[in-house]
Nanobody
Framework: QVQLVESGGGLVQAGGSLRLSCAAS????????MAWFRQAPGKEREFVAGISWYGTSTYYLDSVKGRFTISRDNARNTVYLQMNSLKPEDTAVYYC????????????????WGQGTQVTVSS
C-alpha cells in the first residue's frame, strides 16, 4: 500500500537543471536503499542513481556521473535527484524505487512503480 510519487520533471533546454523528488505516502521507506531509474520511448528502463539508507553511499550511471546528484531526507520520506548540465539523451520518464543494498541497479520489489515524472531536454 506504499505509494511512490515522483515530481519535479519538466521541459528544459540542454545545459539546464532540474531537481526531481520522490516521496512515499503512508509510511517510510523502511531501511531500503533507493534509486532513480529512467525509461525513454521505445527503450528499457535503466538505472540512473542509487543511494544507501543513510545516504553515505551512492552509485551513478557513468553517463550521469558528475552531472546528477542523488540525496535523501529520511525524516521527510523523500529522495531527490539534482540534475545539472542536462543533455537531450537524458530525456525520459524518471522513476524511483527501493533497491537491493548489494546492487542498487536491482529493485527490491518491496514497492510498486509510481507514475514517474517526465523530463524532456531540448537541443
Amino acid at each position: 500500500q506504499v505509494q511512490l510519487v515522483e515530481s519535479g520533471g519538466g521541459l528544459v533546454q540542454a545545459g539546464g537543471s532540474l531537481r526531481l523528488s520522490c516521496a512515499a505516502s503512508g509510511r517510510t521507506f523502511s531501511s531500503s536503499a533507493m534509486a532513480w531509474f529512467r525509461q525513454a520511448p521505445g527503450k528499457e528502463r535503466e538505472f540512473v542513481a542509487g543511494i544507501s539508507w543513510y545516504g553515505t553511499s551512492t552509485y551513478y550511471l557513468d553517463s550521469v556521473k558528475g552531472r546528477f546528484t542523488i540525496s535523501r531526507d529520511n525524516a521527510r520520506n523523500t529522495v531527490y535527484l539534482q540534475m545539472n548540465s542536462l543533455k537531450p539523451e537524458d530525456t525520459a520518464v524518471y522513476y524511483c524505487n527501493a533497491v537491493k543494498g548489494r546492487d542498487y541497479t536491482k529493485v527490491s520489489d518491496d514497492y510498486s512503480w509510481g507514475q514517474g515524472t517526465q523530463v524532456t531536454v531540448s537541443s
